[in-house]
């Protein structure tokens, strides 16, 4: 009975020294929107292919009307500022102004700036938004789309999971006797030798599998899902 329940502690060990694990794609990746909008571009064909487009757009019409309103309203303050300081360049060398006279034509110098300034951010938030409302991936896996064409969503809605499948991974719980130099042993996958590598140790027991550490191997094995057999040996 009590080695019936260790083998549901430690599903992935399998006797001394030789562990069962699951490839896995390299990454997962769960991609949220950071603003809202109405979705106006998804294609579902792109479902479990690996793309190197824009996968989703957001409708930025509206922030696109705005911006252009802005840099009109940009370009105008800019020719006035350049007006405004030539003028304040003649007029203080006007004999008989007083300084409060030429004090005042500066503070219409510094608040024509602060203005400039001011919609300098503007614009600066606004392209942000609209640089939100494309996004793209390079060369990822994309899994399942969480929503769909002409949805609206808002910001933190949950648009689609991706992998990163550039290359693979195995999640071993390995015993400490294993655990011990662990960096100096072999690592055999199915006996095949020099397909992996480790790129992770937890150097904590693990609070799942009892008495075990948590090992990530990387390898270039596109077979995901297929369970291998894993050695770690002098």
Known sequence: MKKYILVLLT?????????????????KYTIYSQTSGQVVYLDKKDETKIVDKTIIKLDDSLEQKQLSIYQKQLN???????ILEKSYQKYIKIKGKSQSDKDDKLYEVIELKISIETLNSNIYQIKDTIAKKTISLKNFYIKEFKVNHGDYVSTGKELATAYDISKSKLVVYVSSDDYKDIKNKNIQIDGKNDIATIEKIDKTIDDTYLSAYKVTLVL??????????????K
């Open 76 to 82: 105008l303050y800019l020719k006035k500022l350049e």
């Open 11 to 27: 599903p992935l060990m399998v006797f001394a020294q030789s562990y069962m694990a699951k490839i896995e794609p390299y990454e």
């Open 220 to 233: 270039d094995d596109k077979n995901f899902g297929k369970a291998v057999k894993v050695e770690f040996v």
